[in-house]
Structure formats: structure tokens, C-alpha cells
């Protein structure tokens, strides 16, 4: 509840946004959602498979990009699988040693970055994401919540980026939204320290208008996972809700799924 404050009272002083608009943008979203769950059930499929067919209207868009990320805010504290998947979060950051450097892909609405915030103050922060609004929207979170505090944010593509490496990353939400998973795990790889820990979370059948990579069940998310040179310390595997596909698409049953990993090197 005090979290829920935070977030509705940062997007009523910096983007005049009231608590009514948050829901409406989240009621938008949601109907959003259950189109593409419809196609999905019928198809087996998503709509879109290349970033090209989703990036100019929804990652370079502003107006869809500020209401997709208000109504994502809000699913934190609606949708139990967020909430579950957040709660495992802080409780990996609560377990680990203290850090020097953090990097966060995609930091979206920033819930994940702020409680990371509060658990190494004197770290190094970076954030990378493809979004200049999302970008935008997340940076004015951590200045609303720290003013105190920098986070360097870096618009671009999580495939181009390769400065510095880091104690501690958060991938939350990601690797459903790009062409090839691997290539990106691969690349978390290199950018994680020795002895250091990532957070991932990634779905199974959900589709919404940018999710491009279609992962089949856990065993796939977890064999991408482990194929990209990652052991799994920990991991959470929740049974969504969607509309049930029937037929020949019966067995995809969508699924949220969160991992703590390191390398397998360490």
C-alpha cells in the first residue's frame, strides 16, 4: 500500500497523471492483452516476431509507451504472479553481499530498480533500455524517490551495449521481447563479474503486442538459460491466467517464470 502511494503520488506531481488515468491506462491495457490471448489461442502464436514490426509504434511512441508503462506500474499490485515474481526479487537482494555495480535492462516502471536502490545506496547504477519514454519515466522515479542519487541511462539496444561489468544485473521482462534470447543471455554473461548474480524473469504463451520471442513451456526457458552458460541458483515457475487455447494448442499453458542465476564458471 505504501508502495502503491509512491508510485500514483510521483505520477501526479511529475506528469499530472491521477490515480483514475493510471486505471483507465491499465484497463486499456489489459483489453489490449486479451485481443492478442484470443489470436493466440486460435494461432499458437504471436503476432509479431521482428522488433522492426513493434518498435515504431510502441518502444519509440510516447503516448503508447507513458500509458503502457502506467498500467504495467499498476499489475505490480493486481496480478499475483507480478507480485510473487517482485516479492522473490527483494528477496534476492536482501540474500546478497553487498555491490559496486548494478545494471538494469529494460528498468521499465523502475519498482525493481528503486528496491535495489534502497538495498546498495552507495553502488554504481546503470540502466539500459530501448525506450527513450520508458527511459524518461524510470530515471524521473529514482529522482523523485532519490534526488540524491544518479542512475547513468543508456538508450539502446541491450545487443549493442558493452560498458562495464557488474556485480549484480536485472533482466526483468525482456527476453520475451527480443528476436534471439541467446544472443542476449550471451551477452549478460559476458557483462556479469565472477561470482556475481542476475535476476531474470521471462514468460511462457503470454502474448501481448511486443512480445516477438515465443518460449514454449519452463524446460525451454530454463534450457536458454542454462545453454547461455548460466546455473540456476533459484527459480519460480507461476501458472498465468489466459484464455485457454484448445485443439491442437492445448498444451500452451502460459506461464510466468523468474530465475536467480550465476555463471557456470564461477
Excluded at 509479431?48 to 507513458?66: F, G, I, Q, T
Excluded at 558493452?162 to 536485472?170: L, S
Excluded at 504463451?205 to 534450457?223: E, G, K, S
Excluded at 540456476?232 to 498465468?240: K, Y
Aim: proline share 4%; with cysteine; glycine share 4%.
Amino acid at each position: 500500500e505504501a508502495l502503491l502511494s509512491i508510485v500514483t503520488e510521483f505520477l501526479n506531481t511529475t506528469y499530472h497523471i491521477s490515480l483514475l488515468e493510471c486505471a483507465q491506462a491499465y484497463s486499456k491495457m489489459c483489453r489490449d492483452i486479451l485481443v492478442e490471448q484470443i489470436k493466440f489461442a486460435k494461432t499458437g502464436h504471436y503476432a509479431a516476431c521482428r522488433l522492426a514490426d513493434v518498435k515504431p509504434h510502441v518502444y519509440d511512441s510516447e503516448e503508447n509507451m507513458s500509458k503502457y508503462m502506467y498500467g504495467l506500474a499498476l499489475s505490480i499490485f493486481l496480478w499475483p504472479n507480478h507480485l510473487k515474481m517482485y516479492e522473490f526479487f527483494i528477496t534476492a537482494l536482501s540474500e546478497n553481499h553487498p555491490i559496486e555495480n548494478y545494471l538494469e535492462v529494460g528498468p521499465g516502471h523502475g519498482l525493481f530498480i528503486l528496491q535495489a536502490l534502497k538495498r546498495w545506496p552507495a553502488a554504481h547504477f546503470t540502466a539500459v533500455d530501448i525506450s527513450p519514454t520508458s527511459a524518461k519515466i524510470s530515471n524521473a522515479f529514482m529522482q523523485h524517490c532519490f534526488p540524491q542519487k544518479t542512475v547513468d541511462f543508456y538508450i539502446q539496444d541491450i545487443n549493442e551495449f558493452n560498458a562495464g561489468h557488474y556485480d549484480f544485473i536485472t533482466m526483468g521482462e525482456v527476453l520475451e521481447h527480443v528476436e534471439d534470447p541467446m544472443h542476449v543471455l550471451n551477452n549478460i554473461r559476458k557483462l556479469l563479474k565472477p561470482g556475481g548474480r542476475c535476476f531474470i524473469s521471462t514468460c511462457a504463451n503470454l502474448p501481448v503486442a511486443d512480445h516477438i520471442y515465443l518460449f514454449h513451456n519452463t524446460t525451454d526457458m530454463r534450457d536458454h538459460i542454462t545453454q547461455a552458460g548460466f546455473y540456476i541458483v533459484r527459480d519460480i515457475a507461476l501458472e498465468a491466467p489466459s484464455i485457454a487455447a484448445v485443439g491442437q494448442y492445448a498444451d500452451k499453458v502460459g506461464i510466468n517464470y523468474a530465475a536467480i542465476v550465476r555463471r557456470c564458471d564461477d
